[in-house]
């Protein structure tokens, strides 16, 4: 099956002239020698983006998604690119409506007309793995039905094990392709792939991001409802908003641009270092703007989390880095175990202070996170510092993160908006009112095992009957020793005073003679 996935690949960018786009970005390098010919010989009717986006469309979800990440990356990709890339958002081709029904049906185990009162068969969203249609439940909430595409499960499997195919070949003949752990990062991915496939499981997603954020003055989330959703059909409260990609309507809203990138910001330390779940794509498809300026999420089947330690080592090394404080930066990884314990602090340190002294004090659109993140990927080869696989999502929002600030203020001072938001965390951890908090959390666990320390004191302390006889055991082989040790002492003093007396009478004789 991976041969025949494999095939299908090569067929896919042979048909839309992918190895000739090589060819024409390095018109004098390697991979143009051996193909020069086959490029001169091809002639396209499509430009190259409409066919690298064809291509991804027609390789199914996993090439969809990377193209969707793609487009985001403007510094990195030319204009036309970057263009047609951004169509993978939402221009997805649907999958027919009688589909679709059938599989509400099935999966809610009910008619459609049970179900809805009214539901529109004309798909409103088509992404790469589900796409949503608009209906009315019988009490009159409007809401967004989210169906799972048919037959994704096998197209996916078969990409994830090409995939686990190239990170084993990347382990076994790559001495930094071991340091990179290629097979765990897979294995990251192929899990929030797969979480994805489960619709129940982004609702529950869903649920907890709408708590985290009940309040509601930065994020609103929509509301779920349980008694319409399956495991490949998710029903949810329908939601009103401007695309965030569309500048301009956002403009001419009244909406306020900087003000909203500041926001994007703050949501983003939020969810990972308040919460340490966030949401992990974050793409312009997946996020609305409401009239009143709040951003509005959607599509939460990949989300990532952080456990606490992850979370206070990021933070150190954020702080650090916005400090400037590159010795910090450095011990931090060496402290958490990313760099090995042997490394030159001190090299470190200046490693790091190379790549990251030259983008500060500059606005957004002068800075390029793509080329930051490859100049200490090289770093991080030469001090041999591990990837960490539950970072990959992490890293993979901050790059859409950084996409989302560029198209609405490219002014954006990243920093600035971050370092307070930072240092208000940090003070809440090892401050004292991390310390309170610290007590709030713990007093009911306190509150259980407070009463119960004096009767684990008194049966730590108080003897058994078996240490008792086991002690008194003790007590008598220690008897007999030192009684052994007596005889043996008598002896030898008695020993060494007969030697010594016959010393002296034999010296008295001697003299005496």
Not at 412 to 428: G, I, N, Q, V
Not at 492 to 507: D, E, P, Q, R
């Amino acid at each position: 099956m991976r041969v025949q996935r494999l095939t299908r690949i090569l067929y896919v960018s042979w048909k839309n002239g992918l190895l000739t786009m090589l060819v024409e970005a390095e018109p004098e390098g390697r991979v143009a020698r051996w193909l020069g010919f086959y490029a001169r010989r091809r002639h396209f009717t499509k430009p190259r983006a409409v066919r690298l986006r064809e291509a991804l469309e027609s390789l199914g979800p996993i090439f969809v998604k990377f193209g969707q990440m793609l487009s985001t990356r403007r510094d990195l990709l030319a204009p036309d690119f970057a263009d047609e890339l951004a169509k993978l958002q939402d221009r997805v081709p649907p999958f027919p409506s009688d589909q679709a029904i059938i599989e509400i049906e099935r999966g809610l185990g009910m008619s459609l007309t049970e179900a809805f009162s009214e539901f529109d068969p004309k798909p409103v969203a088509s992404a790469s793995v589900a796409q949503v249609h608009f209906a009315r439940l019988h009490d009159g909430h409007d809401v967004a039905v989210k169906v799972l595409r048919p037959g994704m499960h096998s197209v996916v499997n078969h990409d994830i094990d090409l995939l686990d195919t190239f990170a084993q070949l990347i382990e076994r003949f790559s001495e930094d392709g071991r340091r990179l752990k290629p097979r765990e990062v897979v294995a990251e991915f192929a899990k929030h792939l797969h979480d994805e496939f489960d619709l129940v499981r982004e609702a529950a997603n869903a649920s907890q991001l709408r708590r985290n954020f009940a309040d509601g003055q930065l994020l609103t989330v929509p509301e779920v409802y349980w008694d319409f959703c399956a495991t490949n059909v998710m029903t949810m409260e329908r939601m009103y908003g401007i695309p965030v990609g569309r500048v301009e309507e956002l403009r001419a809203a009244g909406i306020d641009l900087n003000r909203l990138s500041s926001a994007g910001v703050e949501i983003f330390f939020t969810q990972v270092f308040r919460d340490g779940f966030f949401h992990a794509d974050m793409h312009p498809g997946n996020i609305l703007v409401a009239h009143d300026g709040r951003y509005v999420a959607l599509d939460f089947g990949i989300v990532g989390t952080l456990n606490d330690v992850d979370k206070n080592y990021l933070a150190q090394n954020f702080l650090a880095f916005f400090q400037r404080d590159y010795r910090r930066v450095a011990e931090v990884h060496v402290i958490s175990g990313w760099a090995p314990k042997e490394t030159r602090v001190d090299e470190f340190e200046a490693a790091i202070r190379t790549v990251c002294e030259p983008i500060f004090d500059k606005p957004l659109k002068d800075i390029s996170f793509g080329k930051v993140l490859l100049r200490l990927f090289q770093t991080s080869r030469r001090f041999n510092v591990e990837v960490q696989p539950q970072l990959v999502m992490l890293q993979k929002t901050l790059l859409n993160i950084e996409g989302l600030g560029r198209q609405l203020n490219p002014d954006l001072d990243l920093w600035k908006t971050a370092k307070p938001f930072l240092e208000r965390w940090m003070s809440e951890q090892v401050g004292l009112r991390g310390f309170i908090d610290g007590m709030k959390r713990e007093g009911p666990n306190w509150a259980k095992i407070l009463p119960q320390i004096p009767r684990l004191m008194h049966d730590y302390l108080a003897p058994s009957e078996e240490l008792i006889k086991a002690d008194q055991k003790v007590l008598r082989e220690l008897r007999h020793a030192f009684r052994r040790q007596q005889y043996w002492l008598w002896f030898s003093t008695v020993a060494a005073t007969l030697s010594l007396a016959s010393v002296l009478i034999m010296i008295a004789l001697n003299h005496g003679s």
